[in-house]
């Protein structure tokens, strides 16, 4: 059974071979990771530049991702167990034909799947995970996952939308929000 867990992948679009309780972080874990090299596409090189870990912008971009994976962990983990109730519960949005949420499909909280039938705890996994791993790699940086976009990131995937979330996520306009809110957060939230 441990050998089935870590081996444990999707294959040709079936089902996986182990239930979802007994399945490996690391799965999870490659399912965003799917999307950032989806999003960043996998021709993209990289140069590295000699003792650039010792510049000031390289050890603020490090520092800030640190504080990203520190603080990151809470808000995906309460939500995680959020997720549960909710799915227990069935817990949804008033539905209305005005409300933005309903147009949006984004009005039920107890789906079990996202839009492309993956399973949205592995999405809450996989973002526990990722801010528990930053300093080994901050890939999620990358995908605008942030103090600013936490609580969209969060509401997005609760409400199905898997990787579609983070394609939201990346585009110029979040990421410069997001900027501006680490800015002013830095100088007028001390």
Do not use: C
């Not at 590295?48 to 809470?74: M, W």
């Not at 969209?152 to 996520?169: A, D, H, K, P």
């Not at 680490?182 to 939230?189: D, G, L, P, T």
Request: charged share 20%; proline share 3%.
């Amino acid at each position: 059974m441990y050998l089935a867990l870590l081996i444990d992948k999707k294959d040709n679009g079936g089902p996986r071979n182990v239930q979802i309780l007994h399945r490996s972080i690391d799965n999870d874990t490659d399912l965003a990771k799917s999307v950032l090299k989806d999003i960043e596409g996998s021709g993209k090189s990289k140069t590295e530049t000699p003792y650039s870990f010792y510049s000031l912008a390289r050890q603020t971009a490090s520092k800030n991702d640190y504080i990203t994976g520190k603080v990151g962990i809470g808000p995906f983990a309460l939500n995680n167990n959020n997720q549960i109730l909710t799915m227990i519960y069935h817990i949804s949005f008033r539905e209305s034909q005005s409300s933005l949420l309903s147009t949006l499909g984004l009005s039920r909280l107890d789906k079990q799947l996202d839009v492309d039938g993956n399973s949205i705890m592995s999405w809450i996994s996989a973002m526990i995970n990722a801010h528990v791993d930053i300093a080994k790699d901050p890939w999620i940086s990358r995908l605008n996952v942030n103090p600013f976009s936490y609580n969209i990131t969060n509401l997005l995937l609760r409400t199905g939308w898997g990787g579609n979330t983070f394609y939201f996520l990346t585009q110029p306009i979040m990421k410069q929000m997001a900027d501006a809110y680490v800015k002013a957060s830095s100088q007028y939230m001390q």
